[in-house]
């Protein structure tokens, strides 16, 4: 389908119109493994999106930037008209208006287009088109840390064990209390006897090349949620491995997704747990802004321990074995079992986790939003009579409905605004959401250029029936920690303070901004649909001996030790900064040829 408004001219083929509920529009997609055809460059090498994919063709076969270049991929639009709210664009049939009205627009379009090209940012990033991708990613930052930084980080001053992973192409300084996948799996953790891997998109090959030498060949249980030829691919990927075997989780509801990242890794010394952002191919690790908690190294329980011995003041082990029920896997038996054999009790995180379900009475609350609205009721405080905003930070977008009140400012963000019963709070409507999700130059300026937007995956099938929702949008900003050009695919969710300077609680997690992922209410709110697998930690200031009810924001240099107060370091900077009138979001399934990307190249996805 052709279509055109104020980002430009797009093609829109029928087969990416009809995932509306997908929670990301990351359904993966199986053409990729047909064999490349008249000369154009085969995908990627294991189950990715649509997204991703187009991001995969256009790293191989850029195309350059020219002042009059209009590519020959781009076909002639059918007419648009322009939004009334300011916010982009709206689309329309081709019968809604008479042709000299269309031919003015167009007209319009093309100068609104012109005054927005942004200037190009003076940051002149890596060129690094000439390896073969998987190649290229690898090659960078993945030499372990030295072992003595590692040592510091695991056991140093990070009492929340939050990390960011490391980025090629910033200042060292800002890389120094990051981790790459490398570091995670290094000796220095533990001594690996086996591991599990639940991810949503896997390169086999890659993943065992993370590991280091003496570590693979030992056991490797990947989690995953692929079906018929995705499935076969990835069971393709590991037959030259005899260590690796494979439990496939259950999505018995449409459009669901296994989108949890965790590792559970058992050393000779003890077991760790690693809840993430990442998937487990080489672009995830290298120019992107990625999140884990990483766990103590949990130790071997005394034998004959009771039941409950090992449970922490969080619950974690308890909640961590549930959601591994959960799969009904026997594959997943033996993990139960090392679990409840280890002491968790120095977890100061709660688990926060969906899974694919109908959910009534006292199951209702505990997956979703739905949990994090009980955890808050039970755990959080903020001032009375103070304005707490809330502040929602994600990678992709799934369908909202036709205004806030079919879900983001009705259920979710009475889970959002939650607090303990004692608190006298404001109404919910009188609490500002801020929604953080890059603008089409956030994604333009970035290490990576417009292919950056391969891990965006907002379609305009969606966005076209959602223009209220960008009211809420906040750039990407995070000079901070040094990544405002390293494009975001962790997901976070906060309250923070009026002034920006504490918060009340923070989430990492895997769930994007979707009721797939987080769950929707049914049957006059008595029941919670989820479609996605999705796990994350809530970082509470009880949790952390806080009387006080919040954390201080870490501010300056994120990375930066010896701070005098535990102050929990945001990934990003606060406040957050609102859409101007020119920023639109980035959408992934239209063209953007008006002004280059840091290598110089345009965005033609199809």
Known sequence: MLQEGAHGKWTVSSSDESTEENSDNEKPSTSLFLPAVHGRTSGPQYPCSEARKAAHKRKASP?????????????????????????????????????????QRHKETVKEEKDYAPKEHPLSFHKDNELPENQKAEEHCEAPSEAQDTWDLLNGGNPFRFFLTKVRGIKQNYNSGALHIKDILSPLFGTLLSSAQFN?????????????????????????????????????????????????????????????????????????????????????????????????????????????????????????????????????????????????????????????????????????????????????????????????????????????????????????????????????????????????????????????????????????????????????????????????????????SPDFQKIAWFLVTSANLSKAAWGALEKNGTQLMIRSYELGVLFLPSAFGLDKGYFHVKGKQLLERNDPVASFPVPYDLPPEQYGSKDRPWIWNIPYTNAPDTHGNMWVPS
């Open 200 to 496: 949503y998109c896997i390169d086999v090959e890659w993943l065992v090349r993370q590991y280091p030498q003496e570590f693979r060949k030992k056991p490797i249980l990947v989690v995953h949620g692929e079906k018929r030829e995705s499935k076969a691919e990835l069971l393709a990927q590991a037959r030259p491995y005899e260590n690796i075997s494979f439990c496939q989780a259950k999505l018995d509801i449409a459009f669901g997704t296994h989108h949890t990242k965790m590792m559970l890794l058992l050393y000779e010394e003890g077991l760790r747990v690693v809840i993430h952002t990442s998937n487990l191919i080489a672009e995830d690790w290298h120019q992107k802004t990625q999140g884990m908690w990483i766990s103590p190294l949990y130790p071997r329980l005394p034998q004959g321990s009771t039941g409950s011995a090992g449970e922490s003041e969080t619950n974690f082990k308890s909640d961590l074995i549930s959601y591994l029920m959960a799969y009904n896997s026997p594959t997943l038996k033996e993990w139960i079992d090392e679990i409840q054999e280890h002491d968790l009790s120095e977890t100061r995180v709660y688990l926060l986790g969906s899974t694919p379900g109908r959910y009534q009475g006292i199951d209702k609350e505990k997956w979703g939003h739905l949990r994090l609205r009980k955890l808050l009721k039970e755990h959080a405080s903020i001032p009375t009579q103070e304005s707490w905003p809330v502040i929602g930070q994600f990678s992709s977008i799934g369908s909202m409905g036709a205004d806030g009140s079919k879900w983001l400012c009705s259920e979710f963000q009475e889970s959002l605004v939650a607090t303990g019963s004692n608190v006298t709070t404001l109404l919910k409507c009188d609490v500002p959401i801020h929604l953080v999700y890059p603008t089409v130059d956030n994604v333009r300026q970035s290490l990576e250029g417009y292919p950056a937007g391969g891990s965006l995956p907002y379609s305009i099938q969606t966005a076209q029936k959602q223009l209220w929702l960008h009211s809420y949008f906040h750039k990407w900003s995070a000079e901070v920690s040094g990544r405002s050009h390293a494009m975001p695919h962790i997901k976070t969710y906060m309250r923070p």
């Open 63 to 103: 195309l350059r930037f020219s002042e009059n270049s209009l590519s020959a991929e781009i076909r002639p639009a059918e007419k648009q008209r322009p939004s009334q709210e300011g916010l982009g664009w709206c689309l329309s049939s081709s019968d809604d208006e008479p042709e000299d009205q269309e031919k």
